[in-house]
Nanobody
Framework: VQLQASGGGLVQAGGSLRLSCAAS????????MGWFRQAPGKEREFVGV????????YVAGSVKGRFTIIRDNAKNTVYLQMNSLKPEDTAVYYC??????????????WGQGTQVTVSS
């Protein structure tokens, strides 16, 4: 499984960004696509996960109501739509295949990470 993440950047507080993660390879034996983030000096943090079927989505309480996970089956791509961004959302964001839980050890395949910076 290979993952290609993109879409990070610099945005002002209150703004929006959409991250993309294109998956290729044998994903059918895994649960779904997860998103994590890691701020400087902090541990990698769970953001959300969605099953490949799209029927089950779970996002962390810190982003609930602001972040949404969207799938495009035709493109085999999963998006993390981030609205109402806050400075504390600043981190490197990673997509990962595996799940279904919140622990990084449950995810076997990782994208390269994309930087999101939210200015106040």
């Amino acid at each position: 499984v290979q993952l290609q993440a993109s879409g990070g950047g610099l945005v002002q507080a209150g703004g929006s960004l959409r991250l993309s993660c294109a998956a290729s390879g044998r994903t059918f034996s895994t649960y779904g696509m997860g998103w994590f983030r890691q701020a400087p000096g902090k541990e990698r943090e769970f953001v959300g996960v969605q099953s490949w079927s799209g029927g089950n989505t779970y996002v962390a309480g810190s982003v609930k109501g602001r972040f949404t996970i969207i799938r495009d089956n035709a493109k085999n791509t999963v998006y993390l739509q981030m609205n109402s961004l806050k400075p504390e959302d600043t981190a490197v964001y990673y997509c990962a295949v595996g799940g279904p839980g919140v622990a990084t050890v449950e995810y076997d395949y990782w994208g390269q990470g994309t930087q999101v910076t939210v200015s106040s």
